[in-house]
């Protein structure tokens, strides 16, 4: 049975994680996956292996749109398809080694969604099957942006040190490989838990290093699809998060109205969250009416996506609003959430 809102893995042990997954990398000990059978499927052609690819891309942007709750479930199936597929590939060969890559990333989604869903326990039990199917594909960027993940769960879960320690270690495994993009997400991740920490300091430097690093990007530079989301709107919206995190509405206001104003109108899920950011933002700049409108429009875009991370973010907005609970304007917002259940 899944512990909504718990981690299962904590402290040091969440860092042995991702020591044991470097070290698998480097080759100091043996693939955590076991050994394979010797032998090829002759299934496993490039234009099969394409076609794999396509079906993971289509359920990210399904993502975008419909979030954890509708998609977990086809995720888990996707998985556990190219799994049982992977029980007969020679991960030695190129074939083998990109079928794990995409076992990695269909893990990585299933730890996605479920950590989206609120079921943190299964969406790490899965980020972990992905860091074990990126060692055996020494796949070393695919494995940074599940540590990505996980470090991004870890600080909304409250776990702001071992968050940052996921993070370095990624850093780390990919400081020759990582592309400018990656570097940017990796460095956004980082800022998120030094502002839930309350480092304003650190966090400032971090969002420096994450812009320098996209702007470093050019059409130019051959990135991994699965970052294809990561872009200017993106990193405004982080950056945004973290000043509202850390209380300096000012900062945050004109970034939110960047991401919401450039942002890709079918990221329903991350429009609704940056909607909660920016009555956050008036909230603290202590204008009531613009907090209120900003949760209405939350609250109707919530309706669309299946995002419990997205509902829960809306509530945890209103319970700031605590001091405000007999006024109208606040009134006429709980009828509106009462129907918002997550």
Known sequence: MDRRGFLIITGAALAGVADRWGSALTGAIPS???????RRDPRLSATVLDRLDHRLADLRQLDDEFGGRE??????AEFNWLTRLADHADYSTAAGQRLFSLVTEAARLCGWLHFDAAHHAAAQSYYVAALRSSASANDSLTGAHVLACMSFQATLTGHHQEAIALIDAAEDQTKHTATPRLRALLASRKARAYAKAGDAAACGRALNDAERRLDATTSHTPEPDWIYFFDESELAAQAAACWVDLRQPAKARPLIDNALNTMNPQYVRDRTIYHVRSAEAHLHANDLDLACDDLHTAADLAGHTGSVRSIHTIH????AMSRYDRDARVQKLDLQLADLAA
């Open 32 to 38: 955590t996956t076991g050994a394979l059978p010797e």
């Open 316 to 319: 945890i907005a209103r319970r």
């Open 71 to 76: 998609l977990h479930q086809l995720a888990v």
